[in-house]
């Protein structure tokens, strides 16, 4: 089973409203065509959060616009730029018990999303209301295997802002329920605009790049947040039947290929 994963789209209220320089909706509608030419096998997409770079009704329109040219199915999660009331209103069919947390089965195998935007904030965390939630879900996926997608790392990234001031506030609460479940095969997460792979005993993890821009690596001593023009890249997550997970990162804004001799496809 093959699942694509998208990150931080960044979206803003107008189609070509840029976000660092660049344009998101642009980088988003690049991606999907990739996606639609390459991967239309996949199970679906998942967009880890940060939807929208300001949240509005407009930026979630456009987004609306954009995905429904993808052949296969989106399921999207929020991170912290964005707002769960504009998101509502194009977006009702996601929400669960006021949050945009759900699961997913197909073929045998639980999808579970979660909702770790704290409106307002860059750190992101589970109340006691979705962690009842997520429990509750642990309990009744515990037999099958478990894939759990969400906006903000649940481990350190070695990246001072993202560790400090952006992290995921409820770990101790989440690993205490993710700990003893031997089901949970890998969590994806976005949040980064970097990919990161990291694992916790038999449990692995990963995030790949934005669609719109990235996050430069720092030593953590660094306190500054410097983004550059890193490619963007969507994740191509490849599960066997064994659960082994293959993960690629792929820089779709550039498809060509080289020969031996220098010279490249068109
Ligand atoms: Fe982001
Ligand atoms: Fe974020």
């Keep these: 089973m093959k699942i694509i994963q998208i990150t931080d ?13 660049l344009n998101p909706a642009y980088r988003l509608k690049r ?4 996606i639609n030419q390459f991967h239309a096998d996949a199970a679906f997409i ?22 429904k040219k993808s052949k296969i ?12 009331d504009a998101f509502r209103k194009l977006f009702p069919e ?4 006021g949050f ?9 195998r639980a999808f579970l999303f979660l909702d770790t935007l704290v409106e307002g904030e860059r750190y992101g965390e589970l109340c006691e209301k979705r962690l009842k939630w997520f429990k509750k879900a642990l309990v009744k996926y515990r037999k099958q295997p478990l894939y759990i997608f969400m906006h903000h790392h649940p481990v350190d990234s070695g990246l001072y802002e993202m560790d400090v001031e952006a992290d ?3 770990k101790e609460a989440f690993w205490a329920l993710v700990d003893k479940r031997k089901n949970i095969k890998h969590i994806t997460f976005g949040h980064l605009h970097r990919i990161m792979h990291v694992s ?3 449990l692995s993890m990963h995030a790949t790049r934005s669609t719109t821009f990235q996050v430069s690596y720092q030593p953590h001593e660094k306190l500054e947040y410097l983004t550059n023009r890193e490619r963007p890249t969507y994740a191509v997550m490849t599960l066997e039947k064994d659960e082994m997970l293959r993960i690629h990162h792929h820089e779709y804004l550039d498809e060509k290929v080289y020969y031996e001799d220098g010279s490249r496809s068109q």
Excluded at 74 to 80: E, R, S
Excluded at 94 to 97: A, E, I, L
Aim: no cysteine.
């Design 100 to 108: 945009v947390q759900y699961v997913q089965e197909i073929e045998g």
């Design 200 to 202: 916790r005993g038999a």
């Design 31 to 34: 991606a999907i065509k990739s």
């Design 73 to 84: 199915p989106i399921y999207p999660i929020l991170g912290n730029h964005d707002m769960r």
């Design 46 to 67: 998942v967009i880890t959060g940060d939807l929208a770079d300001v949240a509005s009704e407009g930026a979630y329109g456009v987004l609306l616009k954009i995905i």
């Design 168 to 170: 995921f506030r409820s």
């Design 9 to 21: 789209t960044h979206l803003s209220g107008v189609d070509r409203g840029n976000v660092y320089g």
């Design 94 to 97: 996601y929400f669960n018990g």
